[in-house]
């Protein structure tokens, strides 16, 4: 596999990050949270994302987008699995761009390398959510072809009630 991908856009390029990019994907993973007004919630620090994408059981991976060699966007992706496919599929759990480089192809060029990658895997789909009131968001999916899960709802155990059904099993 080849570390730096071109783009169609002139001066892009996408490449897999290494363990010396934490300190940055941290920094990308703060930012998305502020824009996603959820920047109280994020308890990731660089110990745990080594440890998570670079360690003895990695668990994503992390793509870079740079624009003249700066760095400009980021998407953290891992595989998830359907059994009505029988296939693996990628999951996109973050995907954020830089506000001053919005609306310049960067984003749909990063989807596009994660579709090739899916197909180059042998995946048979690419999700990702959205929140509802990213309407910009999901405007650009849609002009992209994707399709909203409108008849699933997303249910999560966190925290204290995590803890409160795991305790509650027999061993």
Not at 90 to 119: P, Q
């Amino acid at each position: 596999m080849r570390n730096v991908y071109k783009t169609r856009i002139p001066e892009l390029t996408i490449r897999f990050a290494s363990e010396n990019d934490v300190p940055l994907i941290l920094e990308f993973i703060k930012k998305l949270a502020v824009y996603e007004k959820l920047e109280d919630q994020v308890t990731a620090d660089i110990n745990i994302l080594k440890s998570s994408l670079f360690g003895d059981r990695k668990v994503a991976e992390v793509i870079l987008a740079e624009y003249k060699n700066a760095p400009v966007a980021f998407s953290l992706f891992f595989h998830n699995y359907s059994t009505f496919l029988g296939k693996s599929g990628l999951y996109i759990e973050d995907l954020f761009v830089e506000e001053d480089m919005r609306g310049k192809g960067i984003g749909k060029e990063v989807l596009a390398f994660l579709a090739r990658l899916a197909v180059e895997r042998g995946c048979g789909r690419l999700e990702w959510w959205v929140l509802d009131w990213n309407q910009r968001a999901i405007n650009f999916y849609r002009k992209l072809g994707a399709h909203a899960m409108d008849d699933w709802t997303v249910y999560r155990l966190s925290e204290n009630a995590l803890k409160n059904l795991a305790d509650s099993s027999e061993r």
